[in-house]
T-cell receptor, first 114, second 113 residues
Framework: GAGVSQSPSNKVTEKGKDVELRCDPI?????LYWYRQSLGQGLEFLIY????????KSGLPSDRFSAERTGGSVSTLTIQRTQQEDSAVYLC????????????FGSGTQLSVL | KQEVTQIPAALSVPEGENLVLNCSFT??????LQWFRQDPGKGLTSLLL?????REQTSGRLNASLDKSSGRSTLYIAASQPGDSATYLC????????????FGTGTRLKVLA
């Protein structure tokens, strides 16, 4: 695709529900990253993928958070039993190779947990 | 633990002024540094990437410098325009076996017409 695509752009859910956030990286990009941005805060690293494997999951806040990537392309971030503190913008980025490559970000998913 | 700081948090300047944004990092063991721009409600756009072996990178009116030993980078914007108004973030990629980028909290720039 022309850019990194994320869906949905907005998600409102009730506390305790599960949500799935989707990221379509730029075609051919090997690396895929998930970040979270809370209001007025910097970007918090969650996880990155190299191909379909996730060498660094250290940023996932709890075991309620999981992510997968299939076919070296689309990635899904799942949050189970959502809490109000999960409310944030979830950003996905991709790059052509791991290493000295610019990151290309999607527009993000605004998650609101009521 | 690598920490990235950006000062000031916010900046307002009149149109046409040259300005400098600052980025500091605590661990000089970095692979590269990127500067990004974020417009309200949007994702980030990479502006410049400087590898650890480089001292600076230029793109149009933007110039980014890197002094790895002192843990500092600056983004110089020449002849600022209202369209430059955005939040500017820097991010470093450590050499410590992970490919994640660590971001600063950004400088919110407003260029007044």
């Amino acid at each position: 695709g022309a850019g990194v695509s994320q869906s949905p752009s907005n998600k409102v859910t009730e506390k305790g529900k599960d949500v799935e956030l989707r990221c379509d990286p730029i075609s051919g990009h090997t690396a895929l990253y998930w970040y979270r941005q809370s209001l007025g805060q910097g970007l918090e690293f969650l996880i990155y993928f190299q191909g379909n494997s996730a060498p660094d999951k250290s940023g996932l806040p709890s075991d309620r958070f999981s992510a997968e990537r299939t076919g070296g392309s689309v990635s899904t971030l799942t949050i189970q039993r959502t809490q109000q503190e999960d409310s944030a913008v979830y950003l996905c980025a991709s790059s052509r190779l791991m290493g000295n490559e610019k990151l290309f970000f999607g527009s993000g998913t605004q998650l609101s947990v009521l | 633990k690598q920490e990235v700081t950006q000062i000031p948090a916010a900046l307002s300047v009149p149109e046409g002024e040259n300005l400098v944004l600052n980025c500091s990092f605590t661990d000089s063991a970095i692979y590269n540094l990127q500067w990004f721009r974020q417009d309200p409600g949007k994702g980030l756009t990479s502006l410049l990437l400087i590898q650890s072996s480089q001292r600076e990178q230029t793109s149009g009116r933007l110039n980014a410098s890197l002094d790895k030993s002192s843990g500092r980078s600056t983004l110089y914007i020449a002849a600022s325009q209202p369209g430059d108004s955005a939040t500017y973030l820097c991010a470093v990629r450590p050499t410590s076996g992970t490919y994640k980028y660590i971001f600063g909290t950004g400088t919110r720039l407003k260029v007044l017409a």
